[in-house]
Nanobody, 118 residues
């Protein structure tokens, strides 16, 4: 069974930074589509960023220029560096792995809370 272990959430003030980590098991992140999504209270889950085969990246409009997604293939881990955090970034952040091999597989992490507040 594929597992995604997230870490790095917390409480920060506006303008500060955080880095989220998501360690994957069984499927190399270098051949998967890795993503970060977030869900604020009372809102739908939304895309934050994706990285395909540790190469091509895509970002949600609200985080472009502030967040960076990357992978460490040796650690089989995907990161989300979040800079210049704003109160509207407050949400539970979820790691996602999508792999289209013999059959399509999608997995989610348990979520990590990010709170931006003064």
């Amino acid at each position: 069974q594929v597992q995604l272990m997230e870490s790095g959430g917390g409480l920060v003030q506006p303008g500060e930074s955080l880095r989220l980590s998501c360690a994957a098991s069984r499927i190399p992140v270098s051949i998967a589509t890795m993503g970060w999504y977030r869900q604020a209270s009372g809102k739908q889950r939304e895309l934050v960023a994706t990285i395909i085969n540790s190469n091509r990246t895509n970002y949600g409009d609200s985080v472009k220029g502030r967040f960076t997604i990357s992978t460490d293939n040796a650690k089989n881990t995907v990161y989300l560096q979040m800079n210049d955090l704003k109160p509207e970034d407050t949400a539970v952040y979820y790691c996602n792995l999508y792999y289209d091999g013999t059959w399509s597989q999608t997995y989610w992490g348990q979520g990590t809370q990010v709170t931006v507040s003064s």
